[in-house]
């Protein structure tokens, strides 16, 4: 329904069977919409291919939960437990903890704030299981064991995911409401093409996607085929905009001029540091290239230091 592409849909369960991509144009970009076969409770130790299924949905920028709406809640717990048991958290930022490890020293471990779920003897523990025995450990805020072992692991993907409950045309307009008012939930219904906008505008609000427009030097901007940035995949400022573009144009970049609300007035002087923002123009400005043998009307032939009788002139302007 979103992206235009068939994909094989029937009364029964687990009608899609391979991955079918999808293209979704909105607001000037290109959104890849990837149709992943259903997980069964135990995909996560390889049951019905779960393992392939999942492998994809790690390396995704937004997870779309599709739900039955007129069917338990369990299907969401279970989809959920498979999906955190391979290391995929769902709507959850990583834990503020530093860990680094280091050759000598011993264990050293400090906090910013009082630890009730973890202490020194209980670091030792978990870091001596794991074999190691000269780390360095700072907690920044009050984690449990289960997020310092995730940051030990250091394999956790932490991922944001919207639930879609399909279907709500067969349900009442109060079991409606009830899902709707849920977090992370958007209510939709395939049939009837119901509320297909707002699922399209919570998708975009999620993954958080900045448009940089690109403009030349005296010409207007091209305001057709913006820039795509992300904070998850890489970064929004000046030097990963150069690098989406080019990766040796910013060997070049003398300062770049940005239009748009990341701007403090217009045409700001910006940096390689300076954070865009959605819809921004930026203009880039080279460094100018040194013109060898001399400026001006003289010009020097020799590699020795430049003198006035060295120098040869130049043939005189037609006029």
């Given amino acids: 329904m979103l992206t235009g592409t068939h994909s094989e849909a029937a009364s029964y369960e687990f009608t899609t069977l391979a991955c079918i991509p999808g293209i979704i144009h909105y607001t000037d970009t290109k959104i890849q919409l990837l149709d992943l076969p259903g997980i069964i409770e135990g995909a996560s130790e390889g049951k019905g291919r779960g393992r392939q299924v999942i492998a994809v949905a790690k390396s995704s920028d937004l997870v779309l939960m599709v739900l039955d709406a007129s069917k338990s809640e369990g ?169 989406h573009i080019h990766r040796n144009l910013i060997k070049d970049v003398k300062y770049v001029l940005v239009w748009g609300t990341s701007a403090r007035h217009y045409p700001q002087h910006c940096g390689l540091g300076h954070v865009l923002q959605d819809e921004d123009v930026v203009q880039i400005v080279k460094k100018k290239e040194k013109e060898e043998g001399g400026r001006g009307r003289f010009k020097s032939h020799s590699t020795a230091p430049a003198r006035i009788s060295d120098r040869q002139k130049k043939v005189p302007l037609k006029t």
């Fill in 75 to 243: 299907h969401r717990q279970i989809l959920t437990r498979e999906l955190e048991s391979v290391g995929l958290h769902l709507n959850k930022r990583p834990p503020q903890i530093y860990f680094k490890k280091k050759k000598t020293g011993g264990i050293s471990f400090n906090s910013t704030l009082p630890l009730t779920h973890v202490d020194e003897k209980l670091c030792y523990q978990i870091l001596h299981e794991y074999k190691i025995h000269n780390a360095e450990v700072l907690f920044r805020e009050d984690a449990t064991v289960d997020d310092l072992i995730d940051v030990i692991e250091g394999n956790r993907k932490y991922i944001k995911c919207v639930y879609v409950y399909n279907k709500i045309d067969v349900i009442g307009i109060d079991d409606v409401d009830k899902l709707a008012q849920r977090p992370n939930s958007v209510v939709i219904s395939c049939n009837l093409k119901l509320n297909l906008d707002r699922l399209l505008s919570k998708m975009w609000e999620e993954m958080g996607l900045v448009r940089v427009y690109t403009k030349p030097q005296g010409q207007q901007p091209d305001f057709s085929d913006p820039v795509v940035l992300s904070a998850d995949r890489g970064g929004c400022t000046v030097e990963d905009f150069c690098n």
